[in-house]
């Protein structure tokens, strides 16, 4: 275990202490509960070969303990929520494959001084697979191809001021941590070369207060600053200011400008300079009533278009295209936020462009698969039957490169009666700045569970993801120019299963799963003493027993 890891894990049991700590003042929940499975597999390697080109499969018997611990505070001081699971594997036959990992993930907010000082925190450390094929879409086993373990802490300090009706001051402080450790060399797999990092940012707004009538006014500026553990490598700097006003006219009519600035260096992109310097504009704003709005903006290197769509409470649309020629993101770009909810079901539609790179992916998203209840509304992060955390699946190489991430996803929960149903439409695209290479994942999850009897349901899911890539590139660190040839990997898991209420605290789950690649040329991670090119088909069957205490 490196100094940073060991680093991390002091700074991760540190918080959760202050946060167990303050808790007590709160309305908390605890939940702790025991995993204990057996799956009998036909092909642990999962179409990996030898160095003669000859295909490895065989199978094994794989025991996993899983001890888990989730609390939640509602207390007026303190909101937070919280997991964390041990997962020990052990194969009867290649013992070399054992692993004890360990999952966490943590969000909350502590209001320090009340309306004045907030502290947001979210912490979380999991697993990703270094290369697609080792990882097939949130398989809890990643004894099949190299993984690493990765680590995320970010504090956020919130100061708020009220300067009299006149303005409204908004201060936020950024502390973010990403650690990553590569275990590839338990089993010989894909290897990864993302590099431990540290974000120091401020954020400040200054907008219009209660007295400001059909005038409204903003002035933000940030600036964060990423170093990296490996000193080959500069640090990423972003700056970003901007002053705007809107000046209401009529009823339904405003005039809009705006002017700002970009600054921005990474490390890896040699021409940035290109995408820095000044933009304003100035445009109009129509409202014609409190369910619909429309902004345009027309200016020098800065076009936009903004639809804001708010039929009733449980609907909300925003919907903008921008034209910038300065900033980290250039040219024509698209965001979408979309959410509707009903009575037994809740959608959402996004779509998003940034560029960014793995280290800040892992702080925001944390890996984890999220759906929503709809009977609360509660996002959720694991399985409400066993109490596991559900890792989502990783199918990008893990690097130091800055890319351009393009992703849209399409989910839905719906519950009615004895059945629940969630699905997940997603497709993510990154092209590195520097190296010229672009990763895709296509996918698709769908699941659905039966309660066809008082203490007996049905499970049935399928996955499917498409990825596509470089062979050969993704081994380089820093974005060096490497080519290798593209092509799509196919990857399709069906599962069938039956859960069985022992008691009120427990119960057992049987499950055949079949998973078949196509053995396409779309892996990206560079392999070390094996190779995941071929096809492969497994046959699975587990069985498992979830104590909740």
Not at 86 to 106: G, I, K, P
Not at 494 to 509: E, N, T, V, Y
Request: charged residues 20%.
């Amino acid at each position: 275990m490196s100094k940073r890891t060991r680093q991390f894990g002091r700074g991760c049991l540190s918080l959760f202490v202050l946060v167990s700590g303050t808790a007590a003042a709160g309305d908390v929940t605890m939940q702790s509960s025991l995993s204990v499975s057996g799956t009998l597999t036909d092909n642990i390697t999962r179409g990996q070969i030898q160095s003669d080109g000859s295909p490895v499969s065989k199978g094994d018997f794989i025991t996993e303990i899983r001890p888990s611990i989730g609390g939640r505070s509602q207390g007026a001081g303190l909101k937070y929520d919280f997991n964390y699971e041990l997962s020990a594997v052990e194969y009867f036959h290649d013992t070399a494959r054992n692993a004890v990992n360990n999952r966490f993930r943590l969000n909350g907010t502590a209001e320090v001084v009340e309306d004045r000082f907030l502290l947001d925190f979210r912490s979380a450390y999991f697993q990703v697979a270094n290369a697609p094929s080792a990882d097939t879409l949130n398989d809890p086993l990643l004894g099949s191809g190299g993984y690493s373990n990765v680590g995320t802490l970010t504090l956020t300090p919130i100061w708020r001021e009220h300067l009299g009706s006149f303005a409204d001051s908004e201060m936020t402080g950024t502390l973010g941590l990403t650690t990553t450790s590569d275990q590839s060399d338990n089993v010989g797999g894909a290897s990864a070369s993302a590099s431990d990092s540290t974000v120091l940012g401020i954020d400040w707004r200054l907008s219009n207060g209660r007295s400001s009538g059909n005038t409204g006014w903003s002035v933000v500026y940030s600036r964060s600053v990423e170093g990296y553990a490996d000193g080959n490598l500069g640090n990423d700097e972003r700056e970003h200011a901007e002053a705007s006003v809107r000046q209401g006219i009529s009823r339904e009519w405003a005039l809009l400008g705006r002017v700002g600035l970009e600054n921005n260096s990474t490390h890896d992109i040699s021409e940035q300079e290109a995408a820095n310097g000044n933009y304003w504009s100035g445009g109009l704003g129509w409202t014609p009533s409190r369910v619909v709005g429309l902004d345009a903006w027309y200016g020098s290197r800065d076009k936009e278009l903004t639809l804001n769509w708010n039929p009733s409470e449980r609907t909300s649309l925003v919907l903008s295209w921008r034209d910038r020629a300065v900033g980290l993101v250039t040219g024509p770009s698209w965001n979408l936020d979309f959410r509707h909810r009903t009575a037994y079901s809740d959608w959402t539609a996004r779509y998003s462009e940034e560029v960014t790179n793995s280290q800040g992916v892992a702080r925001r998203d944390s890996n984890f698969l999220s759906f929503v209840n709809p009977q609360t509304g509660e996002v959720v992060y694991f399985d409400p039957a066993t109490g596991r955390l559900l890792p989502a699946s990783s199918a990008f190489s893990l690097n130091n490169e800055s890319f351009l991430r393009k992703r849209f996803s399409l989910g839905n929960s719906y519950q009615r009666g004895h059945s629940q149903f969630n699905s997940n439409v997603f497709h993510e695209s990154r092209e590195y700045e520097a190296s010229g290479r672009k990763e895709t994942s296509l996918g698709l999850d769908a699941s659905w569970s039966w309660q066809f009897a008082p203490r007996t349901r049905s499970v049935l899911a399928v996955n499917w993801e498409r990825v596509s890539g470089d062979d050969s590139s993704s081994g380089s660190g820093s974005g060096s120019d490497s080519t290798g040839s593209s092509g799509d990997s196919d990857y399709l898991t069906g599962r069938i299963g039956l859960s069985h209420q022992l008691s009120a605290d427990a119960d057992a789950l049987i499950e055949y799963a079949h998973t078949t690649s196509d053995g396409g040329s779309g892996g990206f991670g560079s392999s070390s003493g094996g190779s995941s090119s071929q096809s492969y088909d497994e046959n699975r069957l587990t069985l498992s027993i979830n104590m909740r205490f």
